[in-house]
């Protein structure tokens, strides 16, 4: 409890007016914008993550409870204090840090709201993805605690695909930073596993977000149906016809009628839905695909579909759409929203169900949804003051919940576990999942002091883990039933016995890979697991075993002209789905498609007591408890062997085609950052030096001359014009010599390149900002030894992802530091992705210079696996964290 | 006055949290207790007895400039400025009413002879100390927080009311048949005379006569302190007077003013004499915007090019949905560029007593606003509400921009700029 002292104590840190203490100060922070309820013992507004990580320790002397709150304005009962605690309140974080749209990110304060985010980069003709609805009052912090999405995460995907790095306050009152502008540094995913981690791992100071180049135009249309059925049908068909619009939603005849007695923008008034469509990018190519959905949607017994003549039109539109939520809460002082998800072409049966339910529980209900990501939000409307209702909305809700998940889809898309939803965990993972999930929480909070008794249910023994039970609901295909999975969790429990270790080989593309440990490893394949689960291409998504090759994956989406956009480098063609999840690898495709962390939607693996633990589902939209999808992710297989992992897809593009020019290189450097915040949306920005030796030998080996290789993947028509944009872009910047020509889907531009630079003892691999990319070749260079190794000349310059590609004959230890330190300074990492074996013995492939947050990866994995079972050496930071 | 019978009202609040965009004290402050769902859930707090009456109300009742901003956004069109006001009314009542407000509500404002006397005496004895009139002034916007102890103000205070100098009653105009009545509000007749010269040059120019009214303060101070009863008195004062004679159009150019003068029917709810007897004069009130949007004035040119912002006073944007008519009226000024300011429609934090009793935030929420104006490198700040130009006047000095404050009669007929 909360006493006079601690409040002294508080007053202290942060000033007496910063602290409320009084009866009204908590009366206004025992709610949010959910329908949970709950008084706080106190609250206070720390000014910055000094206050912050003084207030954390404050409150553990104290055992006192901490809740980090935004704006409230979540849904799920998330900033609620249920043990009288202390809400810190991030409200005074709200300055924008700085904007780099030539990097493509900004760094901000987590009290700064998502629309003051959009307006500061608007200025610079750049935006941030993720768009919800609440987006004028939703705090950054907010929008990281629970992984907001919004209309545009049908094509860019949710905040998770859009944070970069943290700074964080950890439960003990230390001072954390992970990740950061330069892209997926080594080790854990630990970002990723903070989003959606609902203020329960710890406490955002700042973030740094990932933003991208505002496109250049715009249609939307309000298409009108007689029958929601129709509407929904229309929906599904657009999508696995190949075409991804920005935004999908759907709105009912209950929204329909609210929304034109309130605003009056033009929707019929006597239809049963309408949807809202919208595709952007470049004006070439746009219209045809708004022709394309036009269709798509009168075959679809669509009754009349407008275009929306100008931006007037456009915002009128929009208006309805966005005012939709109030139009509805007009209509009764409360409303329950559920956010529930289900599989796209499921969009018919879950309105279906949810008529259904409502006419059951007496109660109006009224849809307005991201139709695109089958993310339901039907508004169940009662007043909160005659208590029945409120029990109604309640059992309607779960019964919502219910039915969505099954029909394969999931509790909550957007919104949040918090307190609402806690109990319905149990539809959708096992005990030992939900068990798996409240370790990695303790590893971050061991005195479960940050957000406490929330997202994970509770057990009927406090204190104690939950009992053995399967998903109430969901039914996971797969598991133990597989091909391999069996033989694989008997080969874990011999080595476990035996006291050895586990390493994974999957087509043993990698074993030059990690480092080197002292432990006895026994290998495990994976290579029989090659089981087709499940392979859903309406919907976009595959389940399959780990062990099936990237190759054999891509041949078999291809029969439905789809594909996994992933090149990973040095990967052979034999190389298997399973190392992709565990190194979560990506080639400069990245920066257009995203990497294994963006496209995973679910994974099965055998953790270190030999269960198999399952992560996420397959919808595209789930915030349904921790990240563990992200967390295993990139893993490097330290935390289990993944048995299954199920994949996002898209259709395949026309065409892909890319140019070179050469020049210089700060031309070529100028050049890129002009085209990163351009209208151009290339799938890669690349450079290769142009002549191999140099000709005087040995001084100055470094290359002079390189030639700049962009790539442009999609419709045709868009494809040619781009590349024909980007060549007087890039003439613009004195390069010349152009080539253009087509390369192949599967292999892309660069398989020759990173095979030739695998030849090389070291495979080295750094990473900044892009906009500092200059300057970490300087580092390079300055470091004596490493200018003048002949294999230099083997580069491969990622712009567009801020990374250098290099092969090098020798590296010492003290090179190795050096290069550690100057790749730091500038925000970055570096890694090795290839070394002999008495570096990896002696060094660290990870870096040369221990990081702090490897301490915390070092802690998740002791949780997870106690006696180190799981590939040792494969985590940063080996001789200082592993025994 | 009970808030227990706006308990509807109140209850549709959803708590979605969208005021808080709106809210320019949220904003500045980032604390519950400063933005309507804040306000509400205490209101709602006490009718459902989690909360009692006591001072610690205080702050969430009384920091609301009632800018009605969060209404605006508010999905379901929860009516705040006007909950927050009854829940003052209630809060007078049973925490207790100052003796200053008494003061001003009874004493002064039915009397603008008296108040325009007291305001000159206050600024005179400036040195010695905040004497209780000045103090009980200082609650006026009009005056502004800073009146009993700034600099300049006695020069600034002009020696007679706008109404010694201008005597009231009825003086020809040269239009064919509009009969004019001209109200004025205290912060013209006590300060602003010059905005005031030129919107009676306005309305003489127009109006076949022009009378300029005996009438004492709107009510809209003691209306937004919570204080009904005198609120009632002021306007009951007031509609009497009118009535008394006939016009076709009164017109004011206190934005303030003329939103209040509007909503005279809500003041008598529940009084079904007195509400019938301003409904029936509702809708001869004008806003001097609306009334030279409606007639149309012609310039006088050869004057050197200015550049022009416009703040819209809460009272016009949102008490009267007046935004669109006083940017086409600067437009269509020969020699006058008129450039839009960021968040021009943002209340500039000297709502009602608010200046005196919130300096702080009140400062917050005018520096915000003077940044805004200087983005636009405005020659004129224009603005249709005396008690605004006293506070923007304020922000102008503070932020030492070299943007002049002026009512926009002032640029219509020419008085500005100057020569
Ligand atoms: C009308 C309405 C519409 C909405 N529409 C959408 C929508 O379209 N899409 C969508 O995704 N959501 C939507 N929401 C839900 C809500 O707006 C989002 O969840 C939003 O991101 C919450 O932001 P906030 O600042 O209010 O966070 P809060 O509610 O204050 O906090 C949310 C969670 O994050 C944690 N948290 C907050 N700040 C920090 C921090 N600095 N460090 C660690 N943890 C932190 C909290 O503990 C809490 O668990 C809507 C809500 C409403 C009322
Ligand atoms: S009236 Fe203005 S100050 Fe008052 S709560 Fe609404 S927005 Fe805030
Ligand atoms: S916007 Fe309206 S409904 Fe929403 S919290 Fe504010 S007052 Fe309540």
Redesign the pocket.
């Known amino acids: 409890m909360v006493n006079e002292n601690f409040i002294r104590e508080l007053e202290k840190i942060v000033g007496k007016s910063n602290v409320s203490v009084t009866n009204t100060g908590i009366e206004l922070y025992s709610y ?2 959910s329908l949970v309820k709950g008084n706080p013992g106190v609250v206070v507004f720390p000014a910055n993550t000094q206050e912050v990580s003084q207030l954390v320790k404050a409150a553990n002397k104290e055992g006192i409870d901490i ?10 009962g ?2 609620i204090s249920i043990t009288h605690g202390l809400v ?3 409200s005074r ?1 709200n300055k924008i840090l700085g904007i780099h749209p030539e990097s493509r990110y900004a760094v901000v304060q ?2 700064v ?2 629309l003051e985010v959009q307006q500061a980069l608007a200025k610079v003709g750049a935006f941030y993805a ?6 004028k ?15 545009l995460c049908l094509k860019y995907g ?2 998770s695909n859009h944070i970069l790095g943290m700074e ?1 306050v950890m439960a003990d009152g230390e001072i954390l930073r992970i990740g950061g502008p330069a892209l997926d540094p080594p080790g854990f995913d630990l970002r990723g596993l ?1 989003v959606g ?9 700042e973030l740094t977000l990932r933003t991208l180049p505002k496109t250049q135009s715009v249609i939307t249309m309000l298409a009108v149906y007689d029958d929601i059925q129709a509407a929904a049908l229309s929906v599904s068909k657009i999508i696995s016809a190949g075409i991804l619009p920005n935004t999908l939603e759907m709105m009912d005849a209950l929204v329909i009628e609210a929304v034109e007695a309130s605003i009056s923008c033009g929707y019929p008034l006597d239809a049963a839905a309408v949807l809202i469509i919208e595709v952007e990018g470049m004006i070439v190519g746009l219209k045809e695909q708004a022709e394309q959905i036009k269709e798509i949607c009168m075959t679809n017994q669509c009754r009349d579909i407008k275009i929306a003549k100008n931006q007037e039109e456009r915002n009128l539109l929009w208006k309805g759409r966005k005012g939709a ?2 139009a509805i ?1 007009r209509l009764a002082p409360n409303y329950l ?1 559920n ?1 529930a998800t289900v599989p796209r072409t499921s969009l018919p049966k879950a309105l279906e169900q949810i008529k259904i339910i409502a006419q059951k529980y007496e109660c109006r209900v009224g849809n307005v949804f ?1 139709a695109g990501d089958g993310n339901m ?1 039907p508004l169940l409307l009662f007043d909160s003051r005659n208590e029945g209702e409120l029990e109604q909305v309640h059992k309607a809700g779960w019964d919502i919940m219910k039915a969505c998940v099954d029909l394969g889809g999931t509790i909550s ?4 576990i ?1 307190r609402e939803k806690q109990e319905a965990m149990k539809m959708i993972f096992s005990g030992d999942d939900l068990n798996t999930q409240q370790t990695v929480k303790f590893a971050f909070d061991p005195e479960n002091i940050l ?1 406490p008794n ?1 997202v994970i249910p509770l057990s009927k023994s406090p204190g104690r883990p939950l009992e053995s039970f399967e998903p109430t609901i969901l039914k996971r295909l797969g598991g133990a039933s597989c091909k391999g999975v069996v033989q694989a969790m008997a080969a874990i429990k011999n080595a476990k016995d035996a006291g050895k270790s586990v390493i994974v080989v999957g087509a043993d593309t990698f074993s030059h890979y990690g480092n080197i440990c002292k432990q006895d490893v026994t290998p495990v394949s994976t290579l029989s697991m090659t089981d087709i689960i499940e392979y859903d291409s309406d919907n976009q998504f595959i389940t399959l075993g780990a062990g099936m090759s990237l190759h054999g994956l891509q041949e078999i989406l291809g029969k439905n002209n789809q594909w996994l956009p992933l090149r990973p480098p040095f990967f052979g063609n034999k190389a298997s789905m399973g190392s992709l999840v565990a190194m979560g690898i990506s080639g400069p495709e990245r920066m257009f498609y995203g990497a294994p962390r963006d496209f995973l939607l679910g994974l099965q693996y055998i953790d270190s007591q030999g269960r198999i633990i399952s992560t996420g589902g397959k919808v595209v939209k789930n ?1 349904a408890g921790y990240d563990m999808t992200r967390l295993l992710t990139g893993s490097n297989g330290s935390l289990g062997i993944i048995t299954e992992a199920t994949w996002r897809l898209l259709t395949r593009p026309e065409l892909c085609k890319a140019l070179s020019m050469t020049g210089n290189l700060d031309d070529c450097f100028g050049a890129v950052l002009e085209l990163m915040n351009a209208n151009l949306f290339p799938a890669f920005v690349t450079a290769v030096p142009v002549n191999n030796i140099p000709e005087d030998n040995g001084t100055d080996q470094f290359p002079k001359l390189w030639k700049m290789v962009v790539g442009f993947e999609g419709m045709a028509n868009v494809v040619e014009h781009q590349v024909e944009q980007c060549s007087l872009l890039l003439g613009k910047h004195k390069l010349k010599e152009l080539e253009t020509w087509d390369y192949p889907l599967i292999d892309g531009c660069f398989k020759d390149i990173f095979n030739k630079i695998a030849m090389a003892p070291y495979t080295l691999k750094l990473a900044t900002a892009t906009g500092k990319m200059l300057d970490l070749i300087n580092v390079i260079n300055s470091i004596d030894g490493i200018k003048a190794q002949a294999r230099m000349s083997d580069w491969l310059l990622d712009f567009g992802c801020g990374r250098i590609f290099s092969a090098l004959d020798s590296l010492d230890k003290d090179q190795w530091a050096s290069l550690t330190h100057g790749a730091i300074s500038l925000d970055g990492h570096v890694h090795l992705e290839k070394a002999p074996d008495d570096f990896r013995r002696e060094q660290d492939v990870f870096g040369g210079v221990l990081r702090p947050e490897w301490a915390m990866m070092h802690k998740i994995k002791k949780a997870l696996d106690p006696h180190s079972l799981f590939a040792p050496g494969r985590m940063p930071g080996k001789k200082e964290y592993e025994v | 006055m009970n808030i227990f019978e706006d308990y509807d009202a109140i209850s549709q609040c ?5 005021c808080q965009e709106a809210c320019p004290v949220f904003r500045s402050t980032g604390h519950e207790s400063g933005v309507a769902r804040g306000r509400l859930a205490l209101m709602r707090g006490i009718i459902e007895d989690r909360v009692q009456w006591t001072k610690e109300l205080e702050d969430p009742l009384f920091n609301c400039l009632g800018c009605g901003a969060c209404t605006a956004s508010c ?1 379901a069109d929860v009516p705040t400025a006007d909950l927050v006001i009854k829940g003052r009314a209630e809060y007078l009542e049973k925490v207790g009413r100052k003796p200053i407000h008494k003061l001003l509500f009874e004493q002064l404002l039915p009397y603008p002879k008296r108040l325009h006397m007291a305001a000159r005496a206050a600024a005179f004895g400036k040195n010695s100390g905040m004497s209780k009139v000045a103090k009980a002034l200082g609650l006026l916007r009009i005056l502004g927080r800073d009146f009993a102890k700034a600099e300049n103000i006695v020069e600034k205070l002009p020696p007679v009311p706008f109404r010694g100098l201008v005597k009231p009653g009825e003086y020809p105009g040269t239009g064919d048949t509009l009969r004019i009545g001209y109200f004025i509000g205290c912060g013209v007749d006590v300060i602003q005379q010059e905005a005031g010269q030129e919107s009676l040059k306005i309305l003489k120019k127009i109006g076949k006569t022009v009378t300029v009214l005996d009438n004492c303060c709107c009510g809209l101070p003691a209306w937004t302190y919570g204080d009904i009863d005198a609120a009632q008195k002021l306007a009951l004062k007031n509609l009497e007077a009118f009535s008394s004679q006939s016009f076709d159009v009164i017109v004011t150019d206190c934005s303030s003013c003329a939103s209040f003068l509007k909503k005279y029917p809500k003041v008598f709810q529940g009084d079904e004499k007195n509400q019938d007897l301003a409904q029936a004069q509702t809708p001869l009130f004008q806003d001097m915007v609306e009334f030279i949007f409606k007639n149309g004035y012609s310039t006088p040119t050869g004057k050197s090019p200015i550049v022009v912002t416009f703040h819209d006073p809460c009272h016009a944007v949102r008490g009267q949905g007046i935004s669109r008519e006083n940017r086409e009226i600067l437009k269509n000024i020969q020699g006058v560029e008129f450039r839009e300011m960021p968040e021009a429609d943002w209340c500039c934090g000297g709502a009602g007593s608010y200046a005196l009793t919130h300096y702080d935030l009140s400062m917050k929420v005018l520096d915000r606003k003077m940044k805004n104006v200087e983005s636009t490198e405005a020659d004129f700040l224009v603005t249709s509400c005396p008690a605004c130009m006293i506070q923007l006047s304020h922000g102008i000095r503070r932020a030492g921009l070299n943007t002049k404050v002026c009512h926009i009669s002032e640029i219509v007929t020419g008085a500005k700029p100057k020569g």
């Open positions: 949010d914008a809740v980090p709150r935004g704006f409230g304005t979540n849904l799920s998330g900033t810190i309140c991030l974080f987590p009290g709201t998502n993720p768009d919800p609805a609440s987006q009052v939703a705090t950054l912090g907010g929008n990281a605690g629970e992984n907001s999405g919004g209309p949710v905040t964080i903070m981690s609902e203020g329960a791992m710890a406490i955002t100071t939520f109030g809460a929203v956010d991201h939000h898309g957007e919104h949040g918090g957000n929330k915030v | 959803n708590k979605c949290g969208f999905l």
